[in-house]
């Protein structure tokens, strides 16, 4: 079994924002990419998964930054998974620059949903496929939780899922919430700091139609933007701001 993938990507145009700095969703979209990748060669791929009427989803995700690359940049993202704890399987992810240095790291939770009932699945169908990846050390813990910021006055707007925002699951994608959450907090906030850390729960998948309720807050450094439909939280993210380098 192929124990670990590492795949090159090189930062473009497209893939910065208005300080051309790495997008935190373009990050996430990159790590699932490779996730993606590593699963189909492990034999748990899409492709095999969905003749069983089943994808794999996010649960939780946490993503520890030192820096963000700058366009035309060339980065490493490797990726390995470990055995499942119960209905989840833990896949971690080591971000590097061109010279070997860690720049990036992160855990994320994923797990097994049915596409016809919208519920989790028994892991079987994909615990075979895990190898035994005891021998490697993860570089950080299981994602965590989302820490409250009980005394930060909250902004609120509200957002409807448009096209762009709904994936091959037929909801929003994972990466989008990035996005979600920097356009909460504002243009101005982004062009002075960028997410050093993020942690996301994502309590319950996004569906065309939904009107959600954008919650969003910053004091001290930190931040947390969570999304509500009908009064369910469908997905919360917070972490650490950090300046910019200029």
């Known amino acids: 079994m192929l124990k670990t993938y590492r795949e090159e990507m090189i930062i473009r145009s497209?893939?910065?924002?208005?300080?051309?700095?790495?997008?935190?969703?373009?990050?996430?979209?990159?790590?699932?990419?490779?996730?993606?990748?590593?699963?189909?060669?492990?034999?748990?791929?899409?492709?095999?998964?969905?003749?069983?009427?089943?994808?794999?989803?996010?649960?939780?995700?946490?993503?520890?930054?030192?820096?963000?690359?700058?366009?035309?940049?060339?980065?490493?993202?490797?990726?390995?998974?470990?055995?499942n704890r119960r209905w989840f399987f833990p896949r971690y992810f080591l971000v590097e620059d061109e010279n070997g240095r860690t720049i990036?790291?992160?855990?994320?939770?994923?797990?097994?949903?049915?596409?016809?009932?919208?519920?989790?699945?028994?892991?079987?169908?994909a615990a075979r496929c895990i190898p035994d990846n005891s021998d490697l050390t993860p570089p950080l813990g299981l994602p965590g939780n989302v820490l409250a910021l009980p005394d930060a006055q909250e902004t609120v707007l509200s957002r409807w899922p448009v096209y762009s925002d709904i994936d091959v699951n037929q909801h929003v994608n994972n990466a989008r919430?990035?996005?979600?959450?920097?356009?909460?907090?504002g243009f101005s906030t982004m062009r002075e700091f960028c997410l050093k850390t993020m942690c996301i729960q994502y309590a319950a998948e996004i569906r065309p139609g939904q009107e959600i309720s954008l919650h969003a807050a910053q004091s001290e450094g930190r931040y947390r933007v969570a999304g509500y439909h009908e009064g369910k939280m469908h997905f919360e993210i917070g972490g650490e701001l950090m300046p910019r380098q200029r």
């Open 177 to 185: 919430y990035a996005d979600w959450a920097c356009d909460a907090l």
């Open 104 to 125: 990036g790291k992160a855990a994320t939770l994923w797990l097994l949903l049915d596409i016809h009932t919208r519920h989790m699945a028994p892991p079987d169908a």
């Open 14 to 83: 497209r893939d910065c924002d208005s300080e051309g700095t790495l997008r935190p969703s373009t990050l996430l979209a990159a790590l699932q990419d490779v996730a993606d990748v590593h699963a189909r060669l492990l034999g748990c791929g899409r492709e095999v998964l969905i003749e069983q009427n089943l994808v794999w989803v996010l649960s939780r995700s946490e993503v520890h930054m030192e820096r963000y690359p700058q366009k035309d940049e060339h980065i490493y993202l490797t990726t390995f998974p470990m055995v």
